[in-house]
């Protein structure tokens, strides 16, 4: 058999080094898919700031009944079956509020939290699925969910410190230009000088 050669020549060690690593890896490909289940099961994000105040709550409407019809069908089923049932449906709901959030106000704070409670409910589901595993597979399983939100929310942390860097630079940007036109307005005088500054002022938004 194919996976009988394989194995001739090799010290029981390797073998158990090369089981480590399978079952490692299955483990891993265990967690990916499941994080990619509860991805899908997220509503599409509404564009940034889009939304009227009569969408915002027909929205919410909406994944309110989402929910409940969701977490109606789990009772259908049992044991940690239920319970990750349960889970997916919260991770949906609590996802979609955040989007739809951010899909009404288009605030980069909002936009970060959509980030955020992705990266939480993925694991919320991924930690209820490592309960059909046990001993040790579970504590990798874990280990592993964990990994990911992590690594999730460090990515949102630094997408809202790029996003404060942006403001700061910006912020910056505007104070050159308004040196800038305060420089020119200084070779004006009289009225003129003074409706140049002006104009400056509220261009760059300076009081």
Known sequence: MPGARATVGRSPRTLLTL?????????????????????????????AGNLTKADYDAGKTRISTDY??????CDAQAGNAKDICVEEAKAKEKVAEAELNY??????SDHNK?????????????????????GNDKDVCVKE???????????????KEIGAARKDAAADKRDADYKVAVE??????????????????AKLGKN
Not at 114 to 134: G, S, W
Not at 184 to 201: E, F
């Open 184 to 201: 020119k307005c200084d070779a004006m005088a009289g009225d003129a000088k003074a409706n140049c500054l002006a104009i400056a002022k």
């Open 19 to 47: 089981t480590i690593q399978r079952t490692s890896m299955n483990n891993l490909f265990t967690l990916k898919a499941s994080l990619a289940v509860a991805a899908m099961l997220v509503l599409p994000m509404a564009h």
């Open 68 to 73: 409940t019809a969701d977490k109606t069908a």
């Open 114 to 134: 959509v980030l955020t409670v992705k990266a939480e409910t993925a694991y919320a589901v991924a930690k209820e699925k490592c309960d059909d595993k046990a």
């Open 103 to 108: 899909g009404y106000t288009g605030k980069a």
């Open 145 to 159: 969910a964990k990994a990911v939100e992590i690594k999730a929310l460090a990515d949102a942390k630094m997408g």
